[in-house]
């Protein structure tokens, strides 16, 4: 998804802006190099870690001054939350659960998320966990090992499109109360989005959002938000996943806009939350 970025703010801007890709350990890391990385470092990460950071909360104790110099640009698609099952399995609730194997990985925000809303919705200890990583799951599904799988990723997830490929599936949906007890954003993965899934499926999402720091100059920032805009639909076209990226998801941001984004915002008559500005 980086990858793709970066390719279409170098075609969006002739050449003129250049995101250089780094592998990181993940959105804490990320957020924690915006107190020491100076020029146009750009991030990715769920808002409430920003929040944190700038409150000086958890795992960024001691309160540290400079996370205050965080600024937002745009939203890139959620982290979804998919439930998968085999369509064999007759799992067709969360309740259905009970006494299948399942895997969930390790470590990852999927796996917590998972783990907490088997806890929520009563079948924590009803569930078989299978101990392995996620990049097992879609063989061990083919191969009957397991009943499902949960992952977390931008809709349409390449591991549920790999397993729906060769094997017949579903998606569990949520309730409106199971959302509620979530107390994550309400997604609809629409039908037909995964071969065999011909029906709408709710479920949870986590926002994520590009950001910077005030180091980056307005006229940097406005040229990257306009950019990314303009080249989005471009994007959708290639991966759908960014499709599923609008205007609204600027209301789950943390923290305030750049300067520089809140202009091309202005200027394109997209609505901001006051809290941004």
């Keep these: 998804m980086a990858v793709q970025l970066a390719e279409a703010v170098k075609r969006g801007s002739n050449g003129a802006m250049i995101l250089t890709v780094e592998e990181s350990q993940g959105s804490v890391q990320n957020v924690k190099e915006a107190a020491v990385r100076p020029g146009n470092y750009v991030f990715t990460t769920p808002p409430s870690l920003v929040g944190l950071a700038q409150s000086g909360k958890k795992m960024f104790e001691p309160k540290n001054d400079k996370f205050d110099s965080i600024r937002g640009l745009f939203p890139i698609p959620s982290l979804t939350m998919h439930f998968v099952v085999r369509a064999d399995s007759g799992v067709n609730t969360f309740a259905d659960l ?3 194997t399942y895997l969930i990985g390790k470590g ?25 990583e996620l990049n097992a799951a879609v063989s061990a599904l083919k191969n009957k090992q397991v009943d ?8 349409p997830a390449p591991n549920v499109m790999e397993a729906a490929a060769g094997t017949d599936i579903r998606l569990i949906s949520m309730t409106d109360d199971q959302v ?6 309400k997604l609809v993965i629409p039908a037909g989005t995964y071969p065999g899934v011909d029906q709408d499926v709710t479920t949870t999402s986590l926002s994520v959002m590009a950001y910077t720091t005030t ?11 306009k950019t990314y805009w303009s080249e989005k639909a471009r994007m959708g076209t290639d991966n759908k996943w960014w499709n599923a990226v609008n205007a609204d998801l600027l209301s789950e941001m943390t923290g305030k806009l750049h300067p520089g984004a809140l202009k091309y915002y ?8 006051d809290a941004l500005k």
């Design 108 to 132: 990852s925000f999927g796996a917590r998320e998972a783990a907490k809303y088997f806890e929520l919705f009563g079948v924590k200890d009803k569930v078989n966990l299978v101990d392995v």
């Design 98 to 100: 009970a006494g299948k």
């Design 215 to 225: 180091n980056m100059s307005d006229d940097d920032a406005y040229a990257l938000t």
């Design 180 to 185: 509620a007890a979530s107390k994550r954003t």
């Design 148 to 155: 499902g799988f949960a992952t977390a990723g931008s809709y």
């Design 266 to 273: 202005a200027e394109a008559g997209m609505s901001v939350p």
